[in-house]
């Protein structure tokens, strides 16, 4: 049972920004377009109005041009054209049209309850001419919990989320720590070991995906496997059907971010820029095995020269082998204690 429960305070609407609002809102102090970074690898993050990794396109030095000063940490970052809100705990440099919302009652578990809130308000916004200008941004309202005096409850907010968060810390550990009962690993495997080449089609039956057209999409809970290099390969979510739908399978994206290889445990459709492969053993781990092993091929692949069916048949993969043949418990035991490692870590992480 949690302590914290929003039935039990009282809400009310407050602008986003302006005199009224909740926010100082104010345009980035830097603003660097890419092409005018020093890209020399730094502990600095730029944020950009991506959708992914919390707007961070990569880390950078401090030594930028000096009329680009860094922004302070612990304040919401808005992208204005593309409607992206994260919270931002460190000091940062930001690409164009990247809006900075600070508050002093801010925190990084109260700015976790009221992003989703701002996101929300922001789908109205578009390309056009609804656009999110700073003017309809501060006029936005959003609805917060509130005190006996009316303005925003910070403390109930930043307890709402420190509550859920420590119970699905506790649900990750225990999940974890199951994991690392059942990961049984023949140590007396991982010793030296020859490596030869196969055909990729030597290790899988290979495939077409089939397209399913965006007018055709229904929204669901089954993965769509297209041809990105993020996210496992999911491009979208869909209730449709059709007779690519398998669990247990390999992705290798044909077209797109070309030559990048997925597994899937789960029922999953594929699109026809990706290949579908039936591992000859199923098994989770030498299956990520395998996807590593193809990966590692993509550099000789691009858009004028796609991973096809044939080309993928007759790809050679380095993989490890036992009397001449592939050595699928070699590979088993090698990702197991990949995994143990890192769920060691993990753990670590989690007990903090």
């Given amino acids: 049972m949690y302590r914290c429960n929003l039935e039990d305070v009282d809400w009310r ?13 104010t345009a980035t102090r830097s603003g660097i377009d890419k092409n005018k970074l020093n890209v020399i690898t730094g502990d600095t993050p730029y944020i950009t109005r991506s959708e ?37 705990r460190n000091a940062f440099f930001t690409g164009q049209n990247i809006q900075v919302l600070r508050n002093s009652n801010l925190n990084r578990n109260n700015a976790m309850f009221i992003i989703p809130l701002i996101k929300i308000q922001m789908k109205k916004f578009n390309w056009g001419g609804n656009g999110a200008t700073l003017t309809r941004l501060n006029r936005t309202k959003i609805v917060l919990p509130i005190n006996e005096d009316g303005n925003p409850n910070w403390h109930f ?61 229904i929204d669901g809970n089954t993965p769509y496997i297209t041809a990105t290099a993020s996210n496992n390969g999911i491009g979208y979510f869909v209730d449709n059907e059709n007779t ?32 579908k492969l039936k591992p000859i053993k199923r098994n989770k781990y030498t299956s990520l095995f395998i996807t590593y092993a193809i990966t590692r091929q993509r ?26 043949k592939i050595h699928y418990e070699y590979m088993e035991n090698f990702v197991k204690n990949i995994e143990k490692k890192q769920i060691k870590n993990v753990l670590k992480y989690l007990d903090k």
């Fill in 13 to 25: 609407e407050f602008f986003i920004g302006g005199d009224e609002g909740l926010f100082n809102i």
């Fill in 244 to 275: 690519t739908k398998e669990s247990e399978c390999i992705s290798v994206n044909r077209n797109g971010s070309v030559g990048y290889s997925f597994y899937h445990s789960y029922e999953a459709l594929y699109g026809n820029d990706t290949r």
């Fill in 299 to 324: 550099e000789k692949y691009g858009y004028g020269y796609k991973m096809g069916t044939g080309r993928l048949k007759r790809q050679k993969i380095m993989l490890p082998v036992l009397d001449g």
């Fill in 157 to 217: 907010m930043e307890k709402f989320i420190r509550e859920r968060e420590e119970k699905q810390r506790q649900r990750l550990k225990d999940y974890y720590k199951d994991i690392l009962l059942d990961l049984v690993i023949s140590p007396e495997v991982l010793t030296d070991v020859e490596w030869g080449e196969f055909f990729i089609e030597e290790t899988a039956e290979i495939v077409s995906g089939k397209d399913i057209y965006e007018r055709e999409r």
């Fill in 52 to 88: 992914i990794d919390n707007g961070i396109n990569l880390f950078i030095t401090d030594e930028q041009n000096k009329k680009y000063k860094k922004d302070e940490g612990n304040v919401i970052t808005i992208g204005l054209d593309t409607q992206t809100v994260f919270y931002q």
